[in-house]
């Protein structure tokens, strides 16, 4: 694990006159997210300074930065972040910054900040999720990358093993066939299938 220390110089105003404990952590809560912010872009600049010695070390050079600024939706609002570039003995580029903290191509969401949309899916529609979540933190994915999100998820983690050895106290299995739709047209139908266990 790497060690950072890192200095961060913080200049808060306060009011002089009538200052309370709920007035302070009202303004605290108020300017979290921007504070959270410019914390995660000190600690990126500090990370991808010492991911660039460790890359220059092998015989990586470095090439400058990206051109546009990387996007990132995080929990606590928009951050925009210019990766610095580097180049391998092979000429190819990549990023040092991405590489390190295996920072996805092509999206914005993480996956932190993504739980708080993927729990009110669970009990709403992935349109009421996404909705709830903007009204909720002021932010948040659209019902479509909520729905391309998850749909990720479930075939990375839904894949269950054989358990054909396994003892069930209570099996229930059914199945049903259920009409495919997409931009008003029908794609036909298909089989869905669900099973309910206790071992």
């Known amino acids: ?3 950072l220390e890192i200095k961060i110089t913080l200049s808060y105003k306060v009011p002089k006159n009538n200052l309370t404990l709920n007035g302070l952590l009202r303004g605290l809560e108020r300017d979290r997210d921007e504070i959270m912010r410019n914390l995660l872009v000190g600690i990126f600049q500090a990370l991808e300074e010492k991911a660039k010695e460790g890359y220059a070390r092998n015989g ?3 090439d400058g930065h990206q051109s546009n600024r990387r996007l990132l939706r995080t ?5 925009r972040y210019r990766l610095a570039q580097m180049r391998d003995r092979n000429g190819a580029i990549f990023c040092p910054l991405a590489r390190k903290l295996k920072i996805e191509p092509y999206r914005q969401y993480p996956g932190e900040s993504m739980e708080a949309a993927v729990g009110q899916a669970i009990h709403l529609s992935y349109r ?3 909705r709830e979540t903007q009204r909720i933190s002021g932010h948040g994915p659209s019902k479509s990358t909520l729905w391309r999100r ?6 990375s983690e839904g894949a269950w093993p054989p358990m054909t050895d396994r003892p069930f106290t209570f099996l229930m299995v059914d199945g049903t066939r259920v009409h495919l739709q997409a931009g008003g047209y029908s794609l036909g139908t298909a089989e869905l299938r669900w099973a309910w266990a206790a071992a």
């Open 75 to 79: 929990s606590f609002g928009e951050i």
């Open 128 to 130: 009421l999720g996404a």
């Open 150 to 155: 998850l749909q990720d998820l479930a075939e």
């Open 1 to 3: 694990m790497d060690d």
């Open 60 to 62: 990586c050079v470095r």
